[in-house]
């Protein structure tokens, strides 16, 4: 279980590399607009990029910890069940 999270935790976060909105020279044609256009839509694609990688995180965070929290539920029940065991053991069987 715990490798299937992690492979996803890394498809996840490679999986979008943020993009790099950089200057680009504008250009008289376009009345000087064009860049800026391109520039807040790729901005807005980088700040898209990165609310879904945080919201990945945050619910690959939960389920790491959901996961542990039942771990050691697990871990608890069973030594509850060998101290059972070792209670209600006949003393022959004892070493």
């Not at 680009?24 to 520039?39: E, I």
């Not at 060998?82 to 053991?89: A, D, N």
């Amino acid at each position: 279980m715990r490798i299937l999270l992690a492979t996803a935790a890394v498809i996840a976060l490679s999986s979008g590399a943020e993009a790099y909105c950089g200057p680009v020279p504008d250009v008289a044609k376009d009345g000087y607009q064009g860049n800026d256009l391109k520039r807040t839509l790729c901005l807005q694609d980088e700040l898209t990029q990165s609310a879904q990688d945080r919201a990945i995180r945050s619910e690959l965070d939960a389920t790491l910890s959901r996961l542990q929290r039942d771990l050691q539920q697990q871990k608890m029940l069973q030594q509850q069940l060998q101290i059972e065991l070792l209670r209600t053991k006949p003393n022959y069987l004892l070493p």
